[in-house]
C-alpha cells in the first residue's frame, strides 16, 4: 500500500520566488496536515485540511497558504520566499479530522532551500 | 494541549529494553498520548498511543500512570535502527476540530552496539 508521498523531494529556490510544494495521502483518507521542521526542532504545525475545507492554520505568515482538492491530494503554497523558510516540509493524512484517536501518518517531506 | 517534557537524550544497548519517560502533568481527560519518533531525515513515524490503558503493539509497549501524569514508551529489545528522536505528545484539546500534533523537541535515543 501506497503511504503519503510528497513532491518534490528537494528543491532549491532564492530569496522572493514561490514555491508549490504537493502532496498523496493514503488512499481513503481525507484530511491533510502540512508542517514545517527547521534543523534542530521538532515539525511544527502550518494546515489542517478536510474535505476540501481548512480546518486548522498555525501561526504563520500569510505567505503560506494551502488548499486540497476533490481527490484529497494537497499543496502548499509559499510566496516571496525567506532564507528562514528553509526547512523540510511534511504533509500528514489521516482518516478523518475530529476524533482525538484519528492517527495521522506522514510523508518523508520535501527539503526546501532557500539561498 | 498539554505541554510535555521528556529527557533531551539516552542511550541504550542493543537488544537491551528502552524505556523513554515521558511527564504530561496538565493532561486533561480527553487527551490522549501519541508517541512519534524520526529516524534522521525522514517523516515522523506513528508508534503507538493511549487513553488510560496500557497498550502494546508490534513496535513498543505503552505505560501510563494512574493518574495519567506520565507515561513510558518500551522498546522490548532495541536495535541499532531505532536510534531516532523519540515524540511524546499529548494530543487533542477541548476544541472537538482541533486535533493538531504539537511537537516538542523530543528525546534523541542513541542505541549503540
Known amino acids: 500500500d501506497a503511504g503519503v508521498t510528497q513532491s518534490p523531494t528537494h528543491l532549491i529556490k532564492t530569496r522572493g520566488q514561490h514555491v508549490t510544494l504537493r502532496c498523496s495521502p493514503i488512499s481513503g483518507h481525507k484530511s491533510v496536515s502540512w508542517y514545517q521542521q527547521v534543523l534542530g526542532q521538532g515539525p511544527q504545525f502550518i494546515f489542517q485540511?478536510?474535505?476540501?475545507?481548512?480546518?486548522g492554520r498555525g501561526n504563520f505568515p500569510d505567505r503560506f497558504s494551502a488548499r486540497q482538492f476533490p481527490n484529497y491530494s494537497s499543496e502548499l503554497n509559499v510566496n516571496a520566499l525567506l532564507l528562514g523558510d528553509s526547512a523540510l516540509y511534511l504533509c500528514?493524512?489521516?482518516?478523518?479530522?475530529?476524533?482525538?484517536?484519528?492517527?495521522?501518518?506522514f510523508g518523508a517531506g520535501t527539503r526546501l532551500s532557500v539561498l | 494541549d498539554a505541554k510535555t517534557t521528556q529527557p533531551t537524550s539516552m542511550d541504550c544497548a542493543e537488544g537491551r529494553a528502552a524505556n523513554l519517560p515521558c511527564n504530561h502533568s496538565?493532561?486533561?481527560?480527553?487527551?490522549?498520548v501519541y508517541w512519534y519518533r524520526q529516524i534522521h531525515s525522514q517523516g515522523p513515524q506513528y508508534i503507538i498511543h493511549?487513553?488510560?490503558n496500557n497498550e502494546t503493539n508490534e513496535m513498543a509497549s505503552l505505560i501510563i500512570t494512574e493518574d495519567r501524569k506520565s507515561s513510558t514508551l518500551i522498546l522490548p529489545h532495541a536495535t541499532l535502527r531505532d536510534t531516532a528522536v523519540y515524540y511524546c505528545?499529548?494530543?487533542?484539546?477541548?476544541?472537538?476540530?482541533?486535533?493538531?500534533?504539537?511537537f516538542g523537541a523530543g528525546t534523541t535515543v542513541t542505541v549503540r552496539a
Open positions: 500528514a493524512s489521516s482518516l478523518e479530522d475530529t476524533r482525538a484517536k484519528n492517527i495521522q501518518y
Open positions: 496538565t493532561i486533561s481527560g480527553n487527551e490522549y
Open positions: 493511549g487513553l488510560k
Open positions: 485540511y478536510y474535505e476540501k475545507e481548512e480546518r
Open positions: 505528545i499529548v494530543r487533542a484539546s477541548k476544541r472537538s476540530n482541533d486535533y493538531k500534533l504539537s
